[in-house]
Every structure is written in C-alpha cells, then in structure tokens.
Nanobody
Framework: QVQLVESGGGLVQAGGSLRLSCTAS????????MGWFRQAPGKEREFVAA????????SYADSVKGRFTISRDNAKNTVYLQMNSLKPEDTAVHYC?????????????????????WGQGTQVTVSS
C-alpha cells in the first residue's frame, strides 16, 4: 500500500507560481508512474501531467503545456508539480496518483483507470 500526501497548494494571483509536492510513505515511489490530476468545482477530474518511473518521460495536458513541469526525486520519495503563469482556470483541487500498471502506452497514463493510489488533494486557488 502506498500513502500519498500532497502539499504546497494555496492562494496566488494570476501570473504567479506554486510548487506542489507529493510525498509517499509505505513503499518507495520508484516502481510507480506518477501523475497529477485536478478537479474544479462542478467539473470532472482531469489529467494534468505524468512522469515515468525514472523521470525520463513526461506528458502534459494541452492546457498546462509550457507552464507546468512535473519532476520526481525517487531518493526523497517525492513528486513535484511546478506551476508557473497560473490562470484563474487552474483553480482546482490537485491530486497526485501512483500507477503500477505495466505494458501501457505512456499516453494512456492520462487516464485515471490506470492509477491505483491517490492522495487527498491540495487546493490551488488563482485570483484574477
């Protein structure tokens, strides 16, 4: 079992930056593909970014490409989401998730069904 805890959310003005962290306990994060998802009020949860086990492959939703960067430090059991040039539409609860799925095309990690463990989420609010 992997327990995931997100931190780093908060209130920021449009154009500002935040760095979210997701720290795991229970098991090492190295064997897992990690993803970030978010859910805005009244909307379904959506994919934000994913990173491969070694950190060599990343993917992003079109809405955050060029503004957000996902990274990981397996020695610290932590995954990060650096969010720059934030917009009011980025306001959402942001979740990290861990996948132990194998033999999956990396683009499929944009889909929730491939993830097995989820954090409780951290609120990001961007004011205009």
């Amino acid at each position: 079992q992997v327990q995931l805890v997100e931190s780093g959310g908060g209130l920021v003005q449009a154009g500002g930056s935040l760095r979210l962290s997701c720290t795991a306990s229970g098991r090492a994060l190295g064997p897992y593909v990690m993803g970030w998802f978010r859910q805005a009020p009244g909307k379904e949860r959506e994919f934000v970014a994913a990173i491969s086990r070694a950190g060599t492959i990343t993917s992003y939703a079109d809405s955050v490409k060029g503004r957000f960067t996902i990274s990981r430090d397996n020695a610290k059991n932590t995954v990060y989401l650096q969010m720059n040039s934030l917009k009011p539409e980025d306001t959402a609860v942001h979740y990290c998730a861990a996948s132990r799925s194998l033999g999956v095309d990396f683009s499929d990690y944009a889909t929730e069904v491939y993830y097995h463990y989820w954090g409780q989420g951290t609120q990001v609010t961007v004011s205009s």
